[in-house]
């Protein structure tokens, strides 16, 4: 009996921390266990007359607002079957909202969250010694390679890391045991980022520095200018010095090399180039952008196909069938105007809403740059991030931050 109210009373948190933990190493895992949560939350519902949910103007309102412009013009359009392969990953972190609302102990939960990107980290370290002992070299200038040697793609664990990196910090902050242990952690996530060469998180830790710096130190104009001195100094020494982080920044001996590189070696100045191509073409409407997602498609491929000339490269480009890679473009050749501006309104709500937290403030400056280099709607682990953190956590009080 007393194993049965256990499970009554903690079972259902205890599964969503099960999901969280096999997140960052399975696809399946989580959905099953998502399954169950769900079947769970339905059964309450139905015992407790409703969701419970409050339908205030926020930053997920909008979102909702921006899925269902998407869906009804998909409807019209007739291309609703096509483009559900993408809309499901809206629908699945809205969901998720609805699943995490019976958590209570949300301290508990960025815990366990932290402890799945440490896990995550340390499997891909364990890979990554492997691969060094073996050949004696580390591939991290080399997109194909590191992908295989990573438990998930550069882009994607150098998001996590940053993620990691800031609830590790916070939990230094908050913490009146441990602190140490955590700082030690924050560093240890600091230094995978470095030496995997993760770019856009190297960019996303500088930049929360100085927001941190500008907006929430309480210090002197002076010390502020010479922290950002420091920080740019500190940045510029890692891309220097640093022959992997370097030639992923395109750091040549000039300007003029140094673009060229970049051209032949960076996949979205092909891809962004062909999505403003496409904005040029006549069946794209400026105010609602294309009838689907069918038509972005071929769209790239076709340009792909005609503006690429080396052949190598153009079949690389073809056979993985590039997106887009930023979610504020994709939602503008999908959406036009409408879809990009409630895109944008939906950030512009969101930092109203946490601007008061740093931590906050700093997750969800790390995914506006994530979105703009990856769509992470795509992806159902992208999904996944965004309804835990943007969607969940954002909206959360925590007094002891407070």
């Keep these: 009996m007393r194993v049965r109210d256990l499970i009554k009373e903690k079972g259902f948190e205890y599964l969503i921390y099960a999901l969280l933990l096999s997140l960052f190493f399975s696809k399946a895992i989580p959905n099953i266990i998502l399954a169950i949560l769900s079947i769970w939350t339905i059964i309450d519902c139905r015992n407790n007359k409703g969701l419970g949910l409050n339908f205030t103007f926020s930053s997920r309102t909008i979102l909702l607002v921006l899925l269902g412009f998407l869906t009804v013009k998909s409807v019209f359009f007739g291309t609703i079957l096509y483009d559900f392969k993408v809309y499901k ?178 996949p979205r100045i092909v891809i962004w180039n062909c999505a403003f191509s496409m904005t040029q073409k006549s069946d794209f409407n400026s105010l609602i952008g294309f009838d689907g997602y069918g038509t972005i498609s071929d769209n790239f491929l076709d340009c792909y196909s005609s503006t690429i000339e080396n052949v190598s490269k153009k079949d690389y480009f073809l056979s993985e069938k590039f997106n887009s890679h930023n979610q504020f473009i994709d939602l503008y050749l999908i959406g036009g105007l409408i879809g990009f501006g409630l895109f944008v309104a939906f950030f512009i709500k969101l930092f109203s809403e946490v601007r008061e937290n740093f931590f906050q403030t700093a997750i969800v400056t790390a995914f506006l740059l994530f979105f703009c280099v990856e769509n992470i709607f795509y992806r159902q682990f992208g999904c996944y991030l965004v309804g835990i953190f943007i969607l969940t956590l954002s909206h959360v009080k925590n007094k002891i931050n407070e």
């Design 89 to 266: 990953g809206f629908f699945l972190l809205f969901w998720l909202t609805v699943v995490l609302k019976k958590v209570t102990d949300f301290n508990s939960l960025k815990g366990v969250i932290l402890w799945g990107i440490n896990s995550a980290i340390l499997c891909s370290v364990f890979l990554v010694s492997l691969f060094f002992l073996k050949h004696h070299t580390l591939p991290f200038s080399n997109t194909a390679e590191v992908n295989e040697l990573l438990l998930l793609e550069r882009p994607y664990i150098g998001f996590i890391a940053v993620v990691g990196f800031l609830l590790a910090i916070e939990k230094a902050f908050i913490s009146i045991r441990g602190k140490y242990f955590w700082i030690i952690n924050a560093v240890l996530l600091f230094l995978f980022i470095i030496l995997i060469s993760a770019r856009i998180s190297i960019i996303t830790l500088f930049l929360v520095a100085i927001i941190y710096l500008f907006f929430y130190a309480k210090i002197s104009l002076l010390k502020k200018v010479v922290f950002l001195i420091s920080f740019i100094v500190f940045f510029g020494l890692i891309v220097v010095t640093n022959k992997n982080i370097s030639e992923r920044f395109f750091v040549k001996n000039n300007l003029e090399e140094s673009l060229k590189v970049a051209s032949d070696y960076e």
